[in-house]
C-alpha cells in the first residue's frame, strides 16, 4: 500500500470525514499498490503519472498533441495490465487450460499495441512535415528560438507579448501543449521565429517523455533557447534544475540558452537582488508589462551572434 497501516487508517479517517471519491498519491503506485489502496479505502486512487496524463488530455486539442497524450496513456494503461495478470488468470480453467481473465488480459494487450502502433506512423507522418517545415526555414536562413520553462512560468505570455500572437493564456499547469510559433523582428531588423513549447515539471512521466519527442524536437532544432522563469515562484532554484535536467535528456543540453525571469513585477526589490545573486546576467522581464523586453531582444541578437559563430 506504499504507506504504513497508521498512514493508511488515517487517510480511510479523512476520506469519510471528507466524503472524498478520489486519493492522489503524489508520487508513482504499482499496480498492485493502486489496487490494495482502492480496496483499503474504497474510493478510486490515482497516482502522480496518471494525475499528469488526465491534465494533459485535457489540454490536447490539436490531432498531434490528442495523439501524443492518448500514446502516453496506453503506454501507462499497459502497465496496469501487466499488474493484473496474475489476478485475472484465476478467473477460471483447470490445470493447463488457460481462464478467461487470461484471454481477455492477452486481448486487451494486443488491442492495446496495435492502437500504439497506429498512434507511431501518425506521429511519425507529422513528424516527417515538422521536418520539412524545419528544412524550409534553414534555406531561408530563419533564425529559431524556443522558448522553454518550467509549467506555468508565462512562455505563452511572453510569445504573446513579443509576436501579438493571440495564443491562449491560463493560469494552468500545461494550458500549452502543441508547440506554436511567430514571427518576431530582432532590434537589427532581421525576422525570427519563436516558438512556444510545452511546459516541464518535475519527475515527468516517461511516457509523456516518449510520446511527445516530435513535439521537442522543436527544442532540438532551435538556435537558441529561452529559459523562462517565474521569479515569484517558490523553490525556483529546484525547478531551473528539473528544466536542465530534461533539455539534457531530450538532448537540447548544449544549447545556447538565455536566462530570462518572467514576472518580475510581482517581486520586491529585496528578491530581485536575491535573484540577480543567484542567476547573474539573466534578464528580468515581466511579459504582462512589457518590462524588459526590449533588454531580450537585444540579448536574442547577441546570442545569435554567439551561435552562428559557434556553428
Not at 159 to 177: C, H, I, P, W
Request: charged fraction near 30%.
Amino acid at each position: 500500500t506504499l504507506v504504513g497501516r497508521g498512514k493508511l487508517e488515517e487517510i480511510a479517517s479523512i476520506v469519510g470525514e471528507k466524503g472524498a471519491d478520489l486519493v492522489i498519491f503524489d508520487q508513482d503506485l504499482s499496480p498492485s499498490q493502486q489496487r490494495n489502496l482502492e480496496n483499503r479505502l474504497g474510493v478510486k486512487v490515482l497516482d502522480r503519472t496518471a494525475l499528469i496524463l488526465d491534465i494533459f488530455a485535457i489540454h490536447a486539442h490539436s490531432k498531434e498533441g490528442k495523439a501524443q497524450v492518448e500514446m502516453a496513456q496506453l503506454q501507462y494503461s499497459l502497465t496496469r495490465l501487466t499488474g493484473r495478470g496474475t489476478e485475472l488468470s484465476r478467473l477460471g480453467g483447470g490445470i493447463g487450460t488457460r481462464g478467461p481473465g487470461e484471454t481477455k488480459l492477452e486481448v486487451d494487450r494486443r488491442r492495446i499495441h496495435q492502437r500504439i502502433r497506429t498512434l507511431r506512423k501518425e506521429l511519425q507522418e507529422l513528424s516527417r512535415v515538422r521536418r520539412i517545415k524545419r528544412k524550409k526555414r534553414e534555406r531561408f536562413s530563419i533564425p529559431v528560438f524556443a522558448l522553454v520553462g518550467y509549467t506555468n512560468a508565462g512562455k505563452s505570455s511572453l510569445l504573446n507579448a513579443m509576436s501579438r500572437a493571440g495564443v491562449l493564456v491560463e493560469d494552468k499547469l500545461f494550458s500549452t501543449l502543441d508547440p506554436v510559433t511567430r514571427r518576431i523582428v530582432l532590434p537589427d531588423g532581421r525576422t525570427a521565429l519563436l516558438t512556444d513549447t510545452v511546459g516541464f515539471i518535475n519527475h515527468l512521466p516517461h511516457q509523456l517523455v516518449e510520446a511527445f519527442k516530435s513535439t521537442l524536437e522543436e527544442v532540438r532544432e532551435a538556435d537558441v533557447l529561452i529559459h523562462v522563469m517565474d521569479a515569484s515562484a517558490r523553490e525556483l532554484e529546484r525547478k531551473v534544475r528539473v528544466v536542465e535536467g530534461i533539455l539534457e535528456e531530450i538532448g537540447a543540453g548544449d544549447l545556447p540558452v538565455i536566462l530570462t525571469l518572467n514576472k518580475t513585477d510581482l517581486i520586491d526589490e529585496e528578491r530581485r537582488r536575491e535573484l540577480e545573486r543567484a542567476f547573474p546576467g539573466a534578464i528580468f522581464i515581466s511579459a504582462l508589462t512589457g518590462q524588459g523586453l526590449e533588454d531580450l531582444r537585444t540579448e536574442m541578437l547577441s546570442h545569435l551572434s554567439l551561435a552562428r559563430d559557434r556553428a
